[in-house]
Every structure is written in structure tokens, then in C-alpha cells.
């Protein structure tokens, strides 16, 4: 019989749509990533597996396991760089993802940590928490006025056009752009010519990029330096497109004026400088996590391999 392998517990919905697949289903109860030896035990002994964010599927991995028994990786989540994509389909894996389910969600923690950069929501939050708070004076805990501003959005897909929307139609924010391709959208965006252009001349950079190789530190030092002193970064797409280490040292100089981020370099370890920066909001990775989201996500993984099941086209491959 075909075994299923779910790497992590799932919203109830979402087992019980997998179980109702014309398979064995195995579902891991540990919340952690998969450890080396069961990376390897899952392609062994699994004919699909159903992984998440952290899974490190390295070609390495693939290497090890000669012969895998394993035919689909359907990935829980849009964002694959865990996977080493070009690797898995040399071994004959195929590998889906779940494009959409995310888009608003994740575009929402975005503009939440837009806001909570500039209006300074963490570090009044904390003041107000610690007994702190003198009380209201018309000089007290000024933060940069969004609306109305510049946003440049870095890569703009799914996610990104639907912060773009938010900033335009929420915020009547100017949008500016960069992306592989020129994009059609119902609102003006302004493609910049290049990252450094945009940087120059946003007052909030956001990054939505995926992750992986082509995109690693695509945001560091020469990216700081071009942007205004009272700019905010905001990243929700992965924590190694932005040199961590920069960016710090860039919040220490007054290069920018705050940070949001939602993902980190070395996820889940977060760098002592940052956690000690009043200046800097930090988000444990909540960009999709809603109950309604996930369970669309899972939704979306389990009709995957329910295609795959059945001999059908896979609705997501990547
Ligand atoms: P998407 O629709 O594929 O959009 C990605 C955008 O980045 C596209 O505009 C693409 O340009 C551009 N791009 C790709 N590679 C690039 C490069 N090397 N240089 C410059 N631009 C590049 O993906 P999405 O659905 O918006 O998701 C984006 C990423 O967000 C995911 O990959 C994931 O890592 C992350 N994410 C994070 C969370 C969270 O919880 N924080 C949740 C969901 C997703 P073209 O369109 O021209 O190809």
C-alpha cells in the first residue's frame, strides 16, 4: 500500500482529509524540523512525504538515498528553498507547493509590521507593559507617518502585489517596484531600474522575494547605505535574503530608522543585537499562521498528493 509520511501535526481538517486518501497515513507528532536520519528514512520508506518549512532536503540527502522509494514531495507551504529542487527531480521526486493559500495572510503581517516599525508599536507596548508610561504628551514616542508614503516592494509576486494593494487602496501609498518581469497591476506601481534606484528613494523597502541561492544577503550593507535615514526594512519572505549582521550594524549606525521582521538569517535563533534594539520588531515567523490559513494550506498539499494518487497533472509542481 502507498505510505504518506506528514512530518508535522496538522489542523484536525486537514488529517482527516488525508486519511481519507487510498493510503497508509503516518503522521510525525514532533513540531521540530526532521532530523538527518529521518530526511533519509523518509525517502526510504515513504512513497510520498507531505514536509514543511525547515525539512532540509539537500541534495546531499538525495545523494544519500540511492533509489529512494519516494515519487512526491508535496510541501506544506510556498516557499520551498528547504528543498533542493533540481536534486529531487534528478532522483525522479516531484515536488508541489501551496501558491495562494498564503498570499493574504502573509501580505497582512506585512503591512502589521510596516506599522509597527514606524509607529513604534513594540517599544510603546513594552513601556506601557513595565509600568513605565508617564502618560500622553504631544512630544511623546513620535514615530513616521505612513500614510501617504513611498513603499518599494522587492519581488512583486503573489505576496508582494498584495501588499502593494494594501499600501495603494489602505494607505494611499505611492508604490514602487522591483521584479524579474514588469507587472500588470489595477493600481500604479512604478518599476524601479534596479534594487539600488529603489532603495534610494522608498521610505518602507519590503522584501518578498523567495528564498534560496539566487536570493541569499540580496539585501545587505550597499542596500542600507542607500536607503533614508528615517526608512524602515520589513522582511516576510526568508531571513537569509538579508544579511542579518548588516542590518544590525546598520540600525546601530542610524543608516535606518527600524526593521520588522517576520523571518531571520538563522531561524529560530534571532542575533543579540537585534533582540536588544528598541528600534527592531520582531515576529516569531507568523506570516500565515491562522487557523483558516493553514487549514487551506494543508488542503491544498493533501489535493496534491490525492492527483498524484490518481495519476493526475499536479495541480502545484515547482
Ligand atoms: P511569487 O508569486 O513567486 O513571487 C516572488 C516574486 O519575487 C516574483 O515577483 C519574482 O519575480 C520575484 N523574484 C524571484 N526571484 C527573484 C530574484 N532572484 N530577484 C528578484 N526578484 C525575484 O511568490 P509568493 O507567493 O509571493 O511568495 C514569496 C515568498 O514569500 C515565498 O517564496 C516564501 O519564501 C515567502 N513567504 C513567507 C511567509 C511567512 O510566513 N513569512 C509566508 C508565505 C511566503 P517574477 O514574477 O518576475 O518571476
Known sequence: MTRVWITRPLPGPVLDAARALDAEVVVREETGPLAD???????????????TLGDMFSAQVFADVGGA??????????????????????????VTNTPGAVTDATADIALMLMLMSARRAGEGERMVR????????????LGLHMSGKRVGIVGLGRIGQAIAHRCHYGFGMEV??????????????V??????????????LVIAVPGGAETHHLIGEDVFNAMAPHGHLVNISRGDVVDEAALASALTEGKIAGA?????????????????MEQV????????????VRTDMGRMAVANIAAFLNGETLPNPV
Open 69 to 94: 522509494r519516494c515519487r512526491l514531495l508535496a510541501n506544506f507551504g510556498v516557499g520551498y528553498n528547504h528543498i533542493d529542487v533540481a536534486a529531487a527531480h534528478a532522483a525522479g521526486i516531484a
Open 281 to 292: 520588531t520582531l515576529l516569531p515567523h507568523l506570516g500565515t499562521a491562522a487557523l483558516e
Open 176 to 189: 514602487h517596484y522591483t521584479s524579474r518581469s514588469e507587472k500588470n497591476v489595477p493600481f500604479p506601481a
Open 37 to 51: 536520519a529521518e530526511l533519509r528514512r523518509a525517502l526510504r520508506d515513504f512513497d510520498i512525504v507531505l514536509p
Open 130 to 141: 513595565a509600568g513605565q508610561w508617564p502618560g500622553w504628551h504631544p512630544t511623546q514616542m
Open 260 to 276: 520588522g521582521l517576520d523571518v531571520y538569517e538563522f531561524e529560530p535563533q534571532v542575533s543579540e543585537a537585534l533582540l536588544g
Open 191 to 204: 518599476r524601479a531600474p534596479d534594487l539600488m534606484a529603489l532603495a534610494e528613494g522608498v521610505d518602507f
